[in-house]
């Protein structure tokens, strides 16, 4: 089975750009989470996708938003990018069924984005 | 507001010796809770995970206590060994209205095991 696989890995931006990233969870899996990671601020949830609507989101501004398509693909958009949006973005599938417990989450590698 | 704290950003331990990693959480509605490990440049991979109803589950060399009247977590390797040099998140859930659980992250508690 293979497993979460994100594009690109690495990215290079400008101040003001606008960057999409794009995720593709494991086969099956329906919820699609997506992450921050930067140093000193651990992982900081962005939203999260399931059945194509967004169903958990975390408190980052309105120029982070994302989609979710119909076989489950999302897609993570920032736009005017910030130095500070320099980090490790990560995307995490799974089931998505919520079901008292854990719903294990599995994680992509993550894309590298660098705002010059 | 840090719900889940991981108090220690690193951690360093001799091979073969016992590693404790602790988190602590703020909410009394989180009833499991995870840990996942990280190696640079990979995403973080499962690694244990416990109800509130236990105090203890244990899978080889990880056991996870739970001690909900502290609110605290911790995660013990024993022996520990050099390929355990990782970031290690303790992550919480609570269970809410619907199919609707998020997890709440630590920031990582760095793991460095000296052969």
């Known amino acids: 089975k293979a497993g979460v696989t994100q594009t690109p890995r690495y990215l290079i931006k400008t101040r003001g750009q606008q960057v999409t990233l794009s995720c593709s969870p494991i086969s099956g899996h329906r919820s699609v989470s997506w992450y921050q990671q930067t140093p000193g601020q651990g992982l900081q949830f962005l939203f999260e996708?399931?059945?194509?609507?967004?169903?958990n989101k975390g408190n980052f501004p309105g120029r982070f938003s994302g989609r979710q398509f119909s076989n489950s693909r999302s897609e993570m958009n920032v736009s005017t990018l910030e130095l500070g949006d320099s980090a490790l973005y990560l995307c995490?599938?799974?089931?998505?069924?919520?079901?008292?417990?854990?719903?294990?989450?599995?994680f992509g590698p993550g894309t590298r984005l660098t705002v010059l | 507001d840090q719900q889940v704290k991981q108090n220690s950003p690193s951690l360093s331990v001799q091979e073969g010796r016992i590693s404790i990693l602790n988190c602590d959480y703020t909410?009394?509605?989180?009833?499991?809770f995870l840990w996942y490990k990280k190696y640079p440049a990979e995403g973080p991979t499962f690694l244990i995970s416990?109800?509130?109803i236990k105090d203890k589950n244990e899978d080889g060399r990880f056991t996870v206590f739970l001690n909900k009247s502290a609110k605290h977590l911790s995660l013990h390797i024993v022996p520990s060994q050099p390929g355990d040099s990782a970031v290690y998140f303790c992550a919480a859930s609570g269970s809410s209205a619907g199919n609707n659980r998020k997890l709440i992250w630590g920031l990582g508690t760095s793991l460095a095991v000296n052969p």
């Open positions: 416990i109800s509130s």
């Open positions: 909410n009394s509605m989180f009833d499991y």
């Open positions: 995490a599938s799974s089931l998505g069924l919520g079901l008292a417990g854990v719903d294990e989450q599995f």
């Open positions: 996708y399931f059945s194509e609507t967004q169903r």
